[in-house]
C-alpha cells in the first residue's frame, strides 16, 4: 500500500511558476507508474501527467504539454510536478496518483490518491 501527500500548491499570477510535490510512504514505490491529476471548479478530475516506474517516460495533456514537466526520485520516494506558464485555466486541485500497472492517462488505473493541493493562478 502506498500513502501519497501532495505540498507546493498555492497562489500564483499568471505567467509564473509552481513546483508540486508528491510524498509516498513505502519502500516498493519504485514498482508504482505516477500520475498527476486535477479538478477546476465545476469539472470533473482531468488527467494532467504521468511517468513511468524508472522515469524515462512521461506523457502530458495537451493542455499542458511544454509548460508542466513531471519528474520522480524514487530514492526520495517523490514525484513532482514543475509547473510553468500557468494561466488562470489551471487553477484547480491537483492530486497525485500511483498505479501499479502502468503510466496512463486513464484514472480508473490509479490504485492510490493524495488528497491533493490548491493552485490558484490569478489572472
Known amino acids: 500500500q502506498v500513502q501519497l501527500v501532495e505540498s507546493g500548491g498555492g497562489l500564483v499570477q499568471a505567467g509564473g511558476s509552481l513546483r508540486l510535490s508528491c510524498a509516498a510512504s513505502?519502500?516498493?514505490?519504485?514498482?508504482?507508474?505516477m500520475g498527476w491529476f486535477r479538478r477546476a471548479p465545476g469539472k470533473e478530475r482531468d488527467f494532467v501527467a504521468a511517468?513511468?516506474?524508472?522515469?524515462?517516460?512521461?506523457y502530458y495533456a495537451d493542455s499542458v504539454k511544454g509548460r508542466f514537466t513531471i519528474s520522480r526520485d524514487n530514492a526520495k520516494t517523490a514525484v513532482y510536478l514543475q509547473m510553468g506558464s500557468l494561466k488562470h485555466e489551471d487553477t484547480a486541485v491537483y492530486y497525485c496518483?500511483?498505479?501499479?500497472?502502468?503510466?496512463?492517462?486513464?484514472?480508473?488505473?490509479?490504485?492510490?490518491w493524495g488528497q491533493g493541493t490548491q493552485v490558484n493562478v490569478s489572472s
Open positions: 496518483a500511483a498505479s501499479y500497472a502502468i503510466a496512463t492517462m486513464k484514472i480508473g488505473k490509479y490504485d492510490y
Open positions: 513505502g519502500r516498493t514505490f519504485s514498482r508504482y507508474a
Open positions: 511517468i513511468n516506474q524508472s522515469g524515462s517516460s512521461t
